[in-house]
């Protein structure tokens, strides 16, 4: 009588248990080298919108582009920079489903903020009273555009990043990659940081580059807290 020959249940459950251990120790990896590719595709989508704000200034008295105009939506930063941009989808961030989604204003993806305020102020380069490329100390380290996460009203036309508005004002938490985000500068260079680095030794949301101040600093301490 031939032998019959097969695999015995202890070889079997051995042999799922060294597929779930392998596994356990690959997906994670694969998951990082995916996320690594989404941030890169994100740092690009930053430089081809901050080259769009700078091809702007040569266009209009070498002033950036406001984050939004008057309270018009249709005068976001978006909208004006498009033209320079010619792709929508660049507006959206590879690791935030939620930038899918278009602004009922301007029409775009809301994957990314612009430092600037919508009360015309003078500490962020893209206030609605735009900011020259001369008032800004040093490019730099001057943030100009940041990829998001949230913005704490639940508004979903995200137009600007303010933070001289405080941890009750208008924020955005830019934590997308592994903790860290994208930074477009405004000398058009991007770099990924995690938000305390955008604070210590100089503010980069400032165009003076002035001293980290309080409101910034819990502003930070939120984004990195409240990771989503």
Not at 140 to 163: E, P
């Amino acid at each position: 009588m031939r032998k019959r020959s097969g695999f015995t249940l202890i070889e079997l459950l051995v042999v799922i248990a060294i597929i779930a251990i392998l596994a356990a120790i690959l997906f994670p990896v694969f998951a990082k080298a995916r996320e690594k590719a989404r941030m890169s595709s994100c740092a690009s989508n930053l430089k081809q919108m901050m080259l769009g704000v700078i091809q702007y200034t040569q266009d209009y008295d070498e002033r950036y582009p406001s984050a939004r105009w008057g309270g018009n939506n249709a005068y976001s930063w978006r909208a004006t920079t498009s033209p320079y941009v010619k792709s929508t989808q660049v507006f959206a961030c590879p690791s935030n489903p939620d930038s899918k989604a278009i602004c009922a204003g301007d029409g775009f993806p809301r994957g990314y903020c612009a430092n600037g305020a919508a009360s015309g102020g003078n500490t962020q380069p893209m206030d609605q009273a735009p900011q020259s490329i001369a008032s800004v100390v040093a490019p730099s380290q001057c943030i100009g555009l940041a990829c998001i996460t949230k913005r704490n009203n639940g508004d979903a036309d995200i137009w600007f990043n303010d933070y001289t508005a405080g941890v009750g004002g208008n924020y955005s938490g830019s934590y997308n990659h592994m903790g860290m985000g994208n930074y477009a500068f405004m000398d058009g260079h991007v770099k990924a940081m995690k938000p305390s680095g955008t604070i210590n030794p100089v503010n980069m949301w400032d165009i003076n580059n002035n001293a980290a101040t309080a409101v910034i600093t819990s502003w930070v301490a939120l984004c990195e807290t409240t990771m989503q």
